[in-house]
């Protein structure tokens, strides 16, 4: 039965560090069988056009399968690789993750692949600026929030009258 264990490490660094970790244990192999960085597709307005870039997901951790109890040789290969502070545990033994916790982990990571979030979040009462469309440059307030259609209510002052607009999250920016 596989284990999996996370690992604190150098953040902004994660797919460098998996990849020491790959090339010091020769990973995949018998005993380590995978390594993942969490990462989500995220959309971003660059330039008036939409793009899905790659946001890490748990800034700073990266996932390790093993299959079963690792031996001591290999902790420690694990536990020198520059970047790696620590394996998350209680004590000095590392303790894996439960099986409930990396089916929950791994499913949201699936989740978060299959459908991009938008760069910003955007809450209630937050205020923003128009930047495409009809009404651009106005500014606003969010009255509602609707993340899965990707769509903001805001309400816009024209001329003197507060106006409920709907507006796609790509159109709007935060001030």
């Known amino acids: 039965m596989s284990r999996w264990y996370v690992f604190h490490v150098r953040t902004g660094q994660e797919n460098k560090i998996k990849k020491l970790i790959e090339a010091r244990c020769g990973a995949p192999n018998d005993t380590i069988l995978q390594v993942i960085v969490p ?4 959309i971003d307005l660059a330039k008036g056009e939409k793009k899905v870039r790659k946001r890490k997901f748990l800034p700073g951790y990266i996932l390790v399968e093993t299959a079963g109890e690792v031996d001591e040789h290999t902790w420690h290969l694990l536990q020198t690789t520059p970047g790696v502070f620590k394996v998350l545990g209680a004590g000095i033994k590392p303790a894996p993750l439960e099986q409930r916790e990396i089916s929950q982990l791994l499913q949201e990571l699936e989740d978060r692949k299959s459908k991009p979030v938008p760069k910003v979040e955007f809450n209630r009462g937050d205020k923003i600026e128009v930047k495409n469309g009809p009404f651009i440059n106005f500014e606003g307030i969010v009255e509602e929030v609707n ?13 003197g009258r507060s106006t ?7 159109q709007v920016e935060k001030v």
Request: charged letters at 40%; a negative charge; aromatic letters at 12%.
């Open 39 to 42: 990462e989500e597709d995220v």
């Open 147 to 159: 993340n899965e259609r990707e769509r903001l209510r805001v309400s816009v002052s024209i001329f």
């Open 164 to 170: 409920i607009l709907e507006l796609d999250f790509w």
